[in-house]
Structures are given as C-alpha cells and as structure tokens.
C-alpha cells in the first residue's frame, strides 16, 4: 500500500462528498497511485446529520473497494479520532486531510513523488488557497516559540507579515510559489511517514495545536518538514466559526498546552499573558457575536441568498432549476475550460467578494478553477456537481431538493 488518507468528518457530510471525489481524481490504472495501493478512512465524531448512511450510499463498495468508514459513539476530537485511523493505516504514507478541502487532479502524486525524492522528510504541506483564491497563510508557519507566539498575540505578525523578525508565525518572508524547508505543517494537508506508531497526534488537544506539536516533535527528531506549491482549495473551517468565543478559548488553550509540554521552563511566565489574551480576545469575539445576532435580528435575510452568482459550465438548464427552488440570481455562461474567455472572473464581469462564481466538475479540472482563481482573487468560489445536483458554496450547500432551507 502506498498511501493512506484519513479524513476526520463533523457534519460536513456534502464537502466529503466533493473531498473524496477530488482525491479519486488522483488514481489511475497504471500510475504512481492507484485503487489498489491507495486507501481511504473517513472518521465521523458522531456527526447528527446522518453522514455515514449518506457516504455508504454515495460510495458503493465495489467501485471503491478501499474505502473505510468509521464511526465514533461521541465527538472524540481531531487528534484522537485521526489516531484510530492511523492505527489501522497499511500505506507506507499517511495524508491527514481536512474534509473542507478540494485538491487537483495531481495534488497527490506531486506529494507522493516529492516524499520519494526526500527520505529526510517528516511532514509536507502543500499551497492552499482560500474560497476566495487568495493564499491561506497558515500553509507554512515556524514554531510557536515564546517571540513568536507574543508576535502573533500582540498583532506584530499582522503588521510586518513579511519579516524575518517579526512575522515568522507565517513565514511570510518565504516565496510561496517555491519548495521551502518550513517548520510548521497544517494539519488541513499534511503527509507524514508511516511510522506505526499507535499514536500520531498528542490527545491532550482536542481541536487546534495538534498539528503544530506532531510537525514540531518530527523536527526534534531530526526530520525536515517541506511545504511544496502545489495548491488546493481550503474553505478553512466550514464547521467553525475563527471568531466565535469557543474558537477563541480552544485555541489558546491549546497554546497553553504547547507550552507546557515544550517550554517548561517559560510555561509559568506565560501561562498568565495567554490566559489575559483568552479573556480580552474571547470578550471581543463576544461582543462581536451580539452586533451580529442583533443586526440579522433586525434585518433578517436568509443564509442561503447572495446577492450575485456566475455559472459557467454546460448544464444550464440544471442549475437554473436549483436557480429557481432557492430563488437565487444566477447568470449562467454556457462555456468549458477550452473556450473560457481571459480575465472572465473579474475583469469582464467586474466581480466583488459578495459574488459566487459557480464552476460545473464536469466542464472543468480543479487545476484549471484554482488556477483561474488565484490569477484573479475576488470572487468566491461555488462549485456544480451534476451528478448529485449540489452546489456547494463556503458558506451553504444547495441542494437539488431543498432539504437544507
């Protein structure tokens, strides 16, 4: 067995779905990755909207013969439920992938073919790319050390993004179109050597820090971790909320805990300016919470609606009947990857970051979408899948019958 991807799912049944239909994508007869040396879990933390009943009837077993669905009892966290897969992984790499991601027909094989050349890896993170085509600075990021972390905390990385001084939390002084030596791989997209340890990740976290401890324990070891600039679509978190108060809470907990583990001798100093950065930034998060439920309060609008959306594809009719169940306002452009005008996303349709553009799987690779949309970040990306009839947006996904509304 070559590769193993596990995929740890919450209530994201939908962008599963696309997920596991990108990574087939990568599997041919007779190349480097196959359907017989490429296997796939997808782990669900007891998710309420019925996820596994929906993927066994996706994803028959005789077309998809590797293909593993486990179920846990409860929400077990990242960490944890990413292990009982490993556990059972037989490839001689293990991809842990986010469910909210959509790679290209060759995302795979360029990582597979680059862990080959590298025997000294331990981690590698590829260029991803958020809804909107913009690069997701997370990508690559240096180890969270005491100046480091204060940076990030203080607002310093967001002021001088690019210097070596100050921005190393992201790295952002690195040319992201070129292979680095980082430190730091995120966990959305990240291939470790299958080593058959019984765990990979410390189940001390439940969400969040996890992959920076696994990428920073590979480098004590020795190893080097590598980000490579082949892109994939991140919607960064369909399931949570970056500035809700709980996010706010679990993620410098989990600072915390990184500190405690790796920097003993710092952890009592610090233990107290990260928990006065917890309440000041969870008070703000709140705060802002209470604007927000106040302003939908007062002019409701329904989650589902936008105010513009572009279709390009062949399947019109189709998208113009989803058009129609959700009263949405979608220009359709009856059009492919072989005629598609230059400039079409923003410069000729003079698209915002309100507007959708809607790209047909079937009329066009992932690798020619990512790259229309990095060249031109404005809009969002949406993306039609004829077969299952949904469209699937960052913020909501259409369904042909409407159960979601």
């Not at 986010?98 to 290209?104: G, K, M, R």
């Not at 500035?243 to 805990?257: D, E, G, P, T, W």
């Not at 003079?350 to 959708?356: A, G, R, S, V, Y």
Request: a positive charge; glycine letters at 6%.
């Amino acid at each position: 067995m070559k590769l193993s991807i596990i995929i740890v799912n919450y209530n994201v049944k939908y962008f599963v779905e696309q997920c596991l239909n990108s990574i087939y994508q990568n599997l041919s007869d007779g190349g480097i990755l196959n359907k017989q040396n490429t296997e796939v879990f997808v782990v669900d933390n007891d998710s309420k909207d019925h996820s596994i009943k929906y993927l066994q009837k996706r994803f028959h077993q005789t077309d998809f013969l590797k293909l593993h669905l486990i179920k846990n009892a409860r929400n077990i966290g990242f960490g944890k439920a990413n292990n009982i897969a490993a556990r059972k992984a037989k490839g001689d790499y293990i991809l842990f992938l986010n469910p909210d991601t959509l790679i290209t027909e060759h995302t795979l094989i360029d990582v597979v073919k680059f862990a080959d050349e590298h025997p000294d890896f331990g981690a590698i993170g590829v260029k991803m790319l958020n809804a909107n085509g913009v690069f997701a600075k997370e990508s690559r990021r240096g180890k969270p050390t005491p100046w480091v972390s204060f940076c990030k905390m203080i607002g310093l990385t967001s002021l001088f993004p690019k210097s070596r001084m100050f921005g190393k939390y992201y790295m952002g002084f690195l040319d992201y179109n070129e292979v680095n030596e980082i430190e730091i791989v995120s966990g959305a997209f990240m291939m470790v050597r299958n080593t058959h340890k019984k765990n990979y990740f410390d189940e001390s976290y439940f969400m969040y820090g996890e992959d920076i401890d696994l990428s920073y324990r590979l480098l004590c070891s020795g190893k080097q971790n590598y980000y490579i600039p082949t892109p994939i679509m991140h919607y960064k978190g369909e399931s949570t909320q970056k500035s809700s108060f709980r996010y706010i809470h679990v993620f410098y907990q989990a600072m915390l805990i990184f500190f405690r583990k790796h920097y003993k001798h710092y952890s009592f100093l610090l233990s107290i300016p990260i928990q006065i950065a917890i309440i000041i930034k969870a008070a703000i998060a709140f705060i802002k919470q209470q604007f927000s439920h106040l302003s939908r309060f007062l002019h409701p609008v329904p989650q589902w609606s936008y105010i513009n959306m572009t279709y390009f594809g062949h399947n019109g009719t189709n998208i113009k009947k989803l058009a129609d169940t959700w009263g949405l306002n979608i220009k359709v452009i009856d059009t492919d990857e072989r005629v598609q005008p230059e400039g079409h996303i923003a410069k000729k349709n003079k698209l915002t970051k309100d507007h959708i553009v809607i790209y047909d799987l079937a009329d066009f690779s992932v690798s020619t979408i990512l790259s229309n949309l990095e060249a031109e970040p404005s809009a969002v990306l949406g993306t039609y899948n004829h077969h299952t009839g949904l469209l699937i947006t960052p913020g909501f996904v259409y369904t042909p019958d409407n159960l979601n509304k």
